[in-house]
């Protein structure tokens, strides 16, 4: 037995008590007649004494060449500590340590494992099995765990049952580009890694499943950013027999569930919002509702004056935000700067001073009067010591520059505080969407989604105005979650691939098992797929997601602790029938 304890929970009440314990050296303190340790695992720190007048001299000896990270084992009698540490869960105990076994030396690492490290994000990386041992990822990943097991209760007790669909799988057109992987026994052709087990799960509907859910890792290859991995973790649901609704309220409880377990709060409101408010309102589809600054569309009271930048724009709107009135003309300038970066892409920005005694101060006071201002403060809800900033342009572009806009000031202002949560439903998206570039429409979400069948006529006529029976959950202006009700038979199936630009035979050659299957008694169903990295991170107060990944992948997609991707052997390509050319 190599330890008889953790590291954790040892106190008062185990005082002359022998024990047992294993674990790395967090560090030590040698004050030559006297050498303390601390002792580091999983559950905590205790304190190690060796006494020059209590410890036999070989163990005393052997413990003054300890280092940093050394893996030991000790044995000796918990003692009360003098000089006590109210900060340590342990600081009212130490060992007296009277045997020590050296399990392993180690070097020197190359960075401090404590809270608050000396190393950089790219040698923590290389290194991350020592990061791991420091707290703030270790209780990432613990609290990563907690939160899928209180997923696994909850769906498990709504009677859903986890089933494990493949990993190897075909390649499909749609969606983000697929990771591709050789098939030895089938050579020239692949399997393609899933992007979400989507097909395999409705299938199971088919095969009268009823609800199935699954923790389970899909692959896209797509360019990153903090919130996004190659290999990310869905918590990927699918129910049969049932109508919107009825999914929005188990993934509505589920969030409830994990709001109150996880952190301790209660979630009275769930908004719904559709798609088109949200994008006019907001100027993204996952907006952030725990602040306001609602766009105010100034159209009508910005135009048909002497500013021919108004004049010839497609759209004019603003933002009140809240307090900003006392902003220097060095921080306007600032943050006009911001937004023309090529990130934002705004030409510019108009800025209109609500003052304390009632008049306004604009950077267009020459073309505006005092009556037209205070109809822009009326438009965009300001107040006395707000700051109205303005944007024009195309409306589509200008909407989404206002948007990054808005996050940009409620960070600065300290409004997305991560302790607050405001979930809410975004629906009635978009079935469609037409790409310019291919000049033909695409699945906004995916082939199977629904169209509400009540604008199933506009197929024919004005294809951009269907709305899908799909809908995505938002917490914290951050979506976690999104699904739809799928379509269920072949013909409505088959129309669907026709408007995508599918032939007959493409269709047939991509998804003809499915086709197949619908034609043997498919159930109305539908889902959702929550992002479990995503959401932890959200629940754990942070916007990035990589600390809650045991091994992440860097910004170039490379684990740069093993080294991957990497060059294959030519045996291997061989056996692939592969041939690399890289010019």
Request: glycine share 8%; aromatic share 10%.
């Amino acid at each position: 037995m190599y330890r008889s304890h953790n590291c954790g929970e040892l106190n008062p009440s185990h005082i002359n008590t022998e024990v047992t314990l294993a674990g790395w050296v967090q560090k030590s303190r040698d004050k030559g007649f006297m050498n303390w340790v601390d002792l580091r695992d999983r559950y905590g720190i205790t304190q190690l004494i060796f006494d020059e007048s209590r410890t036999q001299k070989e163990v005393f000896e052997l413990a003054k060449t300890l280092g940093r990270e050394f893996v030991i084992q000790v044995k000796g009698t918990v003692i009360e500590r003098e000089a006590k540490n109210k900060n340590m869960a342990t600081g009212d105990i130490e060992i007296l340590v009277t045997e020590l076994n050296i399990l392993n030396a180690a070097l020197t690492p190359p960075f401090t494992i404590e809270d608050e490290t000396d190393g950089g994000e790219d040698i923590r990386m290389k290194y991350r099995y020592l990061d791991i041992r420091r707290n703030p990822v270790k209780n990432n990943l613990l609290f990563r765990h907690k939160v899928a097991m209180e997923v696994r209760k909850y769906l498990s007790d709504l009677d859903f049952c986890e089933v494990e669909t493949p990993y190897l799988i075909k390649s499909t057109p749609e969606g983000a580009r697929d990771f591709v992987v050789p098939s030895r026994m089938n050579a020239g052709q692949f399997y393609a890694l899933p992007q979400s087990p989507q097909t395999f799960k409705q299938l199971l509907m088919v095969g009268g499943m009823d609800k199935y859910f699954q923790i389970v890792k899909c692959f896209r290859d797509e360019d990153l950013r903090a919130d996004r991995q190659p290999e990310f973790t869905q918590i990927d649901c699918e129910m049969a027999f049932v109508e919107q609704e009825d999914i929005l309220n188990v993934f509505e409880g589920l969030t409830r569930h994990l709001l109150k377990e996880i952190k301790g709060i209660e979630v009275d409101k769930f908004p719904r919002m559709t798609y088109e408010h949200a994008m006019k309102t907001y100027g993204n589809d996952k907006p952030d509702i725990r602040f306001g600054m609602e766009f105010g569309e100034l159209n009508h009271v910005a135009q048909n004056r002497e500013f021919t930048v108004f004049n010839s724009a497609e759209l004019v709107v603003g933002i009140a935000v809240p307090g900003a009135g006392d902003y220097t003309r060095k921080e306007i300038d600032g943050l006009i700067e911001w937004i023309k970066r090529p990130q934002v892409g705004a030409s510019g920005m108009v800025y209109v001073k609500c003052n304390e005694d009632g008049t306004y101060k604009s950077s267009v006071d020459k073309f505006y009067d005092q009556d037209d201002l205070s109809n822009w403060a009326k438009t965009t809800g300001a107040q006395v010591g707000d700051m109205i900033f303005v944007l024009s342009g195309p409306a589509d572009k200008t909407r989404t520059q206002l948007s990054a806009l808005r996050m940009e000031l409620a960070t600065r202002l300290g409004l997305r505080k991560p302790t607050e949560f405001a979930p809410l439903w975004v629906v009635d998206f978009p079935l469609l969407e037409f790409d310019e570039e291919s000049g033909r429409y695409h699945a906004m979400h995916h082939p199977f989604t629904s169209p509400k069948p009540e604008d199933m006529h506009l197929l024919e006529t004005d294809p951009g105005k269907v709305r899908a029976n799909a809908y995505d959950m938002v917490l914290n202006g951050n979506e976690i979650g999104g699904g739809s009700i799928r379509i269920h038979d072949k013909a409505t199936q088959q129309l669907m691939f026709k408007y995508l630009g599918f032939t007959e035979e493409q269709a047939k050659a991509q998804f003809g098992f499915l086709m197949d299957a619908f034609q043997f008694g498919a159930p109305p169903h539908g889902g959702l797929a929550f992002g479990l990295d995503r959401l932890v991170a959200i629940l754990g107060g942070q916007e990035t997601i990589r600390d809650f990944i045991a091994f992440p992948k860097n910004n170039s997609g490379r684990d740069v602790m093993i080294d991957a991707p990497s060059i294959i052997d030519e045996t291997q390509l061989n056996e692939l029938h592969i041939k690399v050319d890289l010019v």
